[in-house]
C-alpha cells in the first residue's frame, strides 16, 4: 500500500506540492502522444541535457521496478500474468492523466513503465534461484523494494524537494508601500549594473534566450530620480526555495552617487528601471543579496 501511495503521488500529482495535492487537477492541458519514442526525439532535437533526458527515461523506468518485484509473490511467478499486470496499472495512469489533465500521457511512459516491470521481475528471480525457501525469497524481495525505495525517495527529496514541501513558500516584503507607486507597471529595462560615470549608468540588458545579444543602455540619473535598494535573502530547502525576504529602502541621489554606485557596478546588481521622458531615469530599484 505505501509503494501504491507513493506511485500514486509521483506519477499522477507530480505537478503540485504536497501542500496542494489535489489542485493540479485540471491545471495541465492535455496531451496525448501515440508515436513511439517521439517525445524522447524530440527532447533530443531541443537541446535538453543528457541528465534531463535520462532523469526522465530512467525516472519512467525505476519508478515501476518495485511493482516488478512485488507481483510475482501475488501472481505466483508468472511472467506472463506480470508483464501484462504492469502493463494495465502503466495504461491506467495513462488514463487517468488523461481524463483529469493532469500531465502528458503518452505511449513511451507505458514502454519505460513495462521495462521497469520486467528489470523488476529479472532481479525477483535472481533473489529467488538465491534463496532456499520461498519465505526466505519473499523476505529478500520486501528488503529489496525496501531499500530501493528509500534510495529512490532520498534522491527525489534532494533533486524535487518541492514534492515534499508541506507549507507554501513563505514571502515577507517590508516598506512595500515606497514602491507601490509604479511596483505594478512593467520595467522599463532590467539588467545588470555594469558602470556609473558622473550622471550615466550603464546596464547590460537582460537575455532571454541564447539567440539575444549583449546590449548595454546608456541612461541619465537626476536628483529628481527615486533610488531604491530591495535588500533580498533567500531560503532554500535543499534544491527548493523556502522563503523570501525583501525590504526596500530608499537612499538619496547624492549618496547613491557618491558612496554607494560604484560599489553596485562593481558587484553588477540586479536592477530594475522605470524612465520618463527619453533616457532619463525615473524610478531605479537595485537587488542586493544580504
Not at 147 to 153: C, D, K, P, Q, S
Not at 199 to 213: C, F, G, W
Not at 239 to 267: P, V
Request: charged share 20%; with cysteine; net charge negative.
Amino acid at each position: 500500500m505505501a509503494y501504491l501511495a507513493v506511485l500514486v503521488r509521483i506519477v499522477l500529482f507530480k505537478q503540485a506540492p504536497l501542500y496542494s495535492l489535489f489542485s493540479a487537477a485540471g491545471s495541465v492541458e492535455r496531451a496525448i502522444g501515440v508515436i513511439p519514442f517521439k517525445s524522447l526525439y524530440d527532447m533530443v532535437i531541443s537541446g535538453a541535457s543528457v541528465i534531463r533526458i535520462l532523469e526522465n527515461v530512467g525516472g519512467d523506468i525505476a519508478i515501476f521496478i518495485p511493482l516488478g518485484l512485488l507481483l510475482p509473490i501475488i501472481q505466483k511467478d508468472r511472467p506472463q500474468k506480470v508483464i501484462l499486470c504492469g502493463l494495465a496499472v502503466s495504461m491506467l495512469f495513462e488514463i487517468i492523466q488523461y481524463a483529469l489533465a493532469l500531465g502528458s500521457s503518452d505511449i513511451d511512459d507505458l514502454i519505460f513503465n513495462t521495462s521497469g516491470v520486467m528489470i523488476g521481475y529479472l532481479l525477483y528471480k535472481i533473489v529467488r534461484l538465491r534463496s532456499h525457501t520461498d519465505i526466505t525469497a519473499g523476505f529478500s524481495t520486501i528488503v529489496l523494494v525496501t531499500v530501493l525505495g528509500i534510495t529512490a525517495l532520498g534522491v527525489l527529496f534532494i533533486s524535487h524537494t518541492e514534492l515534499f514541501m508541506l507549507s507554501e513558500k513563505k514571502v515577507v516584503v517590508e516598506n512595500e508601500e515606497l514602491i507601490q507607486d509604479f511596483i505594478d507597471l512593467p520595467p522599463a529595462f532590467a539588467g545588470k549594473l555594469v558602470e556609473v560615470d558622473g550622471k550615466l549608468i550603464t546596464i547590460e540588458k537582460n537575455v532571454h534566450s541564447a539567440t539575444e545579444t549583449r546590449e548595454l543602455i546608456d541612461l541619465e540619473i537626476s536628483p529628481k530620480s527615486s533610488i531604491f535598494i530591495c535588500n533580498n535573502k533567500t531560503d532554500y530547502f535543499f534544491s527548493t526555495i523556502s522563503g523570501e525576504y525583501m525590504k526596500y529602502e530608499q537612499i538619496t541621489y547624492s549618496d547613491f552617487i557618491n558612496e554607494e554606485a560604484g560599489l553596485f557596478a562593481r558587484e553588477k546588481s540586479n536592477v530594475q528601471i522605470w524612465n520618463s521622458a527619453g533616457n532619463t531615469v525615473y524610478h531605479l530599484i537595485i537587488f542586493k543579496s544580504v
